[in-house]
T-cell receptor
C-alpha cells in the first residue's frame, strides 16, 4: 500500500529553536499533503493543507509565520516550527493523498520543547 | 456543535464481545466517510472506508445513514489486538476538508 515517511520521529530541543519536519510520499505522487497536530487525549487537528507548487492553506488560529510549510515537489512537504516554545510541544502528523479518497499518514513526530 | 462527534468511551469489553461505535456529522454535504484506528502514541491507520450500501471487512462492519447523518462501526468477536482508539473521519469536500472525530477508546480484556 501507499507509504508516507515522516522524519524525524522524535525531537527534543531548547526553547527558541526552529525545527523542521519532513514528510515524503514514497511510492506515489501526493498532490495534496496535510499537517495535523495532536495534543494528548485529543483528536487530530488540521493545521494546514499543502498543494504542490502553491502556498499552503492554514486553518483558522494557526499562525502561518510560526508554522512554515513548503511543498516543493509531489513527494515532499516540510513543516518548520520557527522559534519553538514549550506550548508547541505536541505530536505532529503529516498525511498525503493522490487521487484516491483516503489519506495515508506518516508515523508522526513527537516534539518536546524544553 | 462539533462537525464530527463521537462518544469518547472508554468502552471496556471482554474478548469475543460485539461492540458498536457511532459517529454523527453536522454537514449534510459530506461526501465520504472513513474509520481510522489509532494506537497509543502512533499515527492513525485507515481501517475502512464507509460506503452508502454498508460494507464489511472480516469482523468489521461499517454503515452509513445519510438521513440521520451518522456512521457506525461494528466489531464482532473482539480480540485483544482490537484495543485502540477508533477515529471517525468525514470528508466534506473532496480531499481537502477531512474532519476528525475525537475518537472512541476501546479496550478489549481477556
Amino acid at each position: 500500500g501507499a507509504v508516507v515517511s515522516q522524519h524525524p520521529s522524535r525531537v527534543i530541543c531548547k526553547s527558541g529553536t526552529s525545527v523542521k519536519i519532513e514528510c515524503r510520499s514514497l511510492d506515489f505522487q501526493a498532490t495534496t499533503m496535510f499537517w495535523y497536530r495532536q495534543f494528548p487525549k485529543q483528536s487530530l487537528m488540521l493545521m494546514a493543507t499543502s498543494n504542490e507548487g502553491s502556498k499552503a492553506t492554514y486553518e483558522q488560529g494557526v499562525e502561518k509565520d510560526k508554522f512554515l510549510i513548503n511543498h516543493a515537489s509531489l513527494t515532499l512537504s516540510t513543516l518548520t516550527v520557527t522559534s519553538a516554545h514549550p506550548e508547541d510541544s505536541s505530536f505532529y502528523i503529516c498525511s498525503a493523498t493522490s487521487y484516491t479518497s483516503a489519506q495515508h499518514f506518516g508515523d508522526g513526530t513527537r516534539l518536546s520543547i524544553l | 456543535r462539533k462537525e464530527v462527534e463521537q462518544d469518547p468511551g472508554p468502552f471496556n469489553v471482554p474478548e469475543g464481545a460485539t461492540v458498536a461505535f457511532n459517529c454523527t456529522y453536522s454537514n449534510s454535504a459530506s461526501q465520504s466517510f472513513f474509520w481510522y484506528r489509532q494506537d497509543c502514541r502512533k499515527e492513525p491507520k485507515l481501517l475502512m472506508s464507509v460506503y452508502s450500501s454498508g460494507n464489511e471487512d472480516g469482523r468489521f462492519t461499517a454503515q452509513l445513514n445519510r438521513a440521520s447523518q451518522y456512521i457506525s462501526l461494528l466489531i464482532r468477536d473482539s480480540k485483544l489486538s482490537d484495543s485502540a482508539t477508533y477515529l471517525c473521519v468525514v470528508n466534506v469536500r473532496n480531499n481537502n476538508d477531512m474532519r476528525f472525530g475525537a475518537g472512541t477508546r476501546l479496550t478489549v480484556k481477556p
